[in-house]
């Protein structure tokens, strides 16, 4: 089975209020070359595991990995493909801050090996960007993403975002139409969340951020799928559009249930063990970027947490990660794993509603059922029962 490495770089200029993720803004201070080390000797505790194994994704996420030199990027994707067995297809990504990116900047990540970017428009809106707290305007998401084409990259995607305080539907329509203008082969186009340790969960929580009702969030999902599709891309993942052949290969592997590796402060893993008869084991780096370098400098794995999956809980991660996807779930594939089928007296009523579909060996959700994913992947999630 392939391998996917992730690279988590976790320094922004500035943290957005409405990001959960392992970010911390720290203006122009950020420890590039201590942290790059650190990356480079993690990956040393690993080399048993991945030594001479097929790779096929690296993806550098954030954070805001534009905000490292190419040097440094580079140092990383050399050590990677030395230890492993880059695939020819190798897709190496890339996220970038259009505030944070030129021309030459870029041209230089291509140079070091980085063959798909991916960038963090969120809006072509100024007045969704300046609710959303963000450093970049309208301007330098237009400028990146004119010098990406021009640095010679044909894969890349833009992040979009809709959901924001007093957001229409016509605002959103006005970002879609804008997005296709560049030429671009995918789009990530994400509802904004509330997550409760963030400004905005505090602003919420404090009845202080108004939102989108719910039924024109539903206009805006199906809308969203309609435009796109109407202008070529598969909505292959409940949030991404992709032309044929331009899926991101590195979030495939998330939820296809494959294995990658997770270096840097706060990242994930899911790796096999060398038991054949094992459900494989996932594990998470600490999260503080200081700790994690000081760990990692005194010659110590820098874990936060190991998990060892048993059966039900490797399947659970398979159900959850696979109906994401257009494609849905293999069930010959499951079953050869697992020794297990969906019951199809459990499903009935979900297929009869439309809300499912079963066809060729694929268990998948429907346009419809996407609308309600969350509850439908619980629902199926129930018709695996062991004997
Ligand atoms: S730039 Fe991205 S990672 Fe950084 S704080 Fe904003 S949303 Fe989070």
Redesign the pocket.
């Known amino acids: 089975m392939a391998l996917g490495v992730y690279v988590h770089i976790p320094y922004?200029?500035?943290?957005?209020p409405?990001?959960d993720?392992n970010?911390y803004?720290v203006g122009k201070r950020i420890p590039e070359e201590e942290y790059t080390e650190a990356v480079l000797k993690e990956l040393d505790f690993y080399r048993g595991s991945i030594e001479k194994r097929p790779l096929s994704s690296i993806f550098f996420g954030?954070?805001?990995p534009s905000l490292f030199s190419s040097e440094s990027i580079g140092k990383i994707i050399d050590k990677i493909e030395g230890i492993t067995f880059p695939l020819d297809s190798l897709e190496v990504s890339l996220e970038v801050?259009p505030k944070t990116a030129d021309l030459e900047k870029l041209k230089s990540f291509r140079e070091v090996g980085v063959n798909r970017i991916s960038v963090?428009v969120q809006s072509f809106s100024e007045r969704k960007l300046k609710i959303l707290?963000?450093?970049n305007l309208p301007d330098d998401s237009r400028r990146v993403l004119e010098e990406i084409s021009r640095a010679g990259f044909v894969n890349f995607n833009l992040d979009l975002m809709y959901g924001v305080s007093f957001e229409t539907l016509d605002e959103w329509r006005l970002d879609l139409e804008k997005a296709l203008e560049f030429n671009t082969n995918h789009i990530s186009a994400y509802c904004l969340t509330i997550e409760d340790d963030t400004e905005f969960g505090t602003l919420y929580s404090q009845n202080k951020l108004p939102l989108p009702d719910e039924d024109l969030l539903t206009d805006m999902i199906t809308f969203t799928s309609e435009f796109l599709e109407r202008a070529g891309y598969t909505q292959y993942e409940i949030s991404n559009f992709a032309k044929p052949g331009f899926e991101c290969r590195h979030n495939l592997l998330y939820w296809r249930g494959e294995n990658y590796l997770g270096l840097g402060a706060g990242a994930h893993s899911h790796l096999p063990l060398n038991d054949d008869l094992s459900w494989g084991m996932r594990f998470s780096n600490l999260k503080n970027p200081a700790l994690y370098m000081k760990t990692v400098k005194q010659g110590k794995k820098p874990l936060a947490f190991t998990e060892f999956l048993n059966k039900q809980e490797a399947l659970e991660d398979r159900v959850l990660m696979g109906l994401r996807l257009r494609e849905g779930i293999n069930i010959l594939n499951l079953e050869e794993r697992f020794g297990i089928r969906p019951s199809t007296n459990r499903l009935g009523i979900l297929i009869n509603d439309g809300f499912i579909n079963i066809s060729d060996d694929f268990l998948q959700l429907s346009k419809k059922g996407i609308l309600v994913s969350d509850e439908l992947i619980l629902k199926v999630l129930d018709s695996f029962a062991f004997e």
């Open positions: 922004c200029v500035k943290k957005c409405y990001c993720f970010s803004g954030g954070g805001t801050n963090g707290g963000r450093i």
